[in-house]
């Protein structure tokens, strides 16, 4: 799974986030594109992985 701008928003939208610009673009970076491991092979991310570093990510911007 790649991580859109759409899709982002629309997680911080459910969660009820607002997180930093800076942050969003290196969230896109990281997640938004296909990833080769040392072998030289192009591996995509889970959309379970995607959610899971994001729930981490974005947990100290949650209110209480």
Known sequence: M???????????A???????A??????LAEYGHPVANEGGYVIEY?????YEQL??????YQSN
């Open 2 to 12: 790649r991580l859109t701008k759409q899709r982002l928003n629309t997680i911080l």
């Open 14 to 20: 459910n969660m009820r986030i607002i997180i930093p």
């Open 22 to 27: 800076g942050l969003e673009k290196e969230l």
């Open 46 to 50: 889970t959309e379970q992985d995607v």
């Open 55 to 60: 729930r981490k990510r974005l947990r100290p």
